[in-house]
């Protein structure tokens, strides 16, 4: 009994440590992107449920590789570090677009790129998809529900629940 007390303890400190990573990794991207406005995944899946409003492009900014584990369902992958913004050419300025990557970095960096070229309603997903799949938000493979999301690498893994990239 006593190593399973200490099992438990060991688990809810490692999750409160997540927690807190997770917590400064939000404030660093909000510090570096100011301009950026952020919208949570509690917001996203509303507005993506909410047929009396616009319906949001949902970008992806990561990698084709992390795209292809899993993604929201309906996300077009951009690449984040060269985009081309002609997937933008036929979109309203003022519809939302919602932009996301693992944590919310590389996307937040797009969002602001986007706010530069001159569209409106340009939102960058807090905590990106980790915190979306740590949520038990649906994810698409192939479209295909899955519960796998790529973990970018073995550091920022952490920020996932383990379940989440067991067999990658």
């Not at 400064?24 to 301009?35: E, G, T, V």
């Not at 449920?49 to 993604?71: F, I």
């Not at 919602?98 to 970095?105: I, Q, T």
């Not at 960058?124 to 796998?148: C, K, V, Y």
Request: proline share 5%; glycine share 4%; aromatic share 10%.
């Amino acid at each position: 009994m006593e190593n399973f007390n200490i099992i438990c303890k060991n688990e809810r400190v490692f999750l409160q440590m997540q927690s807190l990573m997770f917590k400064f990794i939000k404030f660093m991207i909000r510090l570096k992107f100011p301009n950026v406005e952020g919208i949570t995944s509690k917001e996203l899946a509303l507005l993506l449920l909410d047929s009396g409003k616009p319906r949001p492009l949902v970008l992806d900014a990561r990698s084709q590789t992390e795209y292809a584990v899993s993604h929201i369902e309906t996300a077009t992958q951009i690449d984040p570090l060269t985009p081309h913004l002609a997937v933008l050419s036929t979109v309203p300025k003022d519809n939302p677009i919602v932009v996301y990557c693992a944590v919310g970095y590389r996307s937040a960096k797009l969002a602001q790129q986007l706010n530069e070229a001159g569209m409106k309603c340009i939102y960058n997903l807090s905590g990106g998809i980790f915190q979306w799949a740590n949520e038990g938000r649906l994810m698409f493979r192939d479209e295909h529900p899955t519960q796998l999301v790529h973990p970018y690498n073995a550091i920022w893994g952490k920020l996932l629940k383990s379940s989440y990239t067991k067999s990658l």
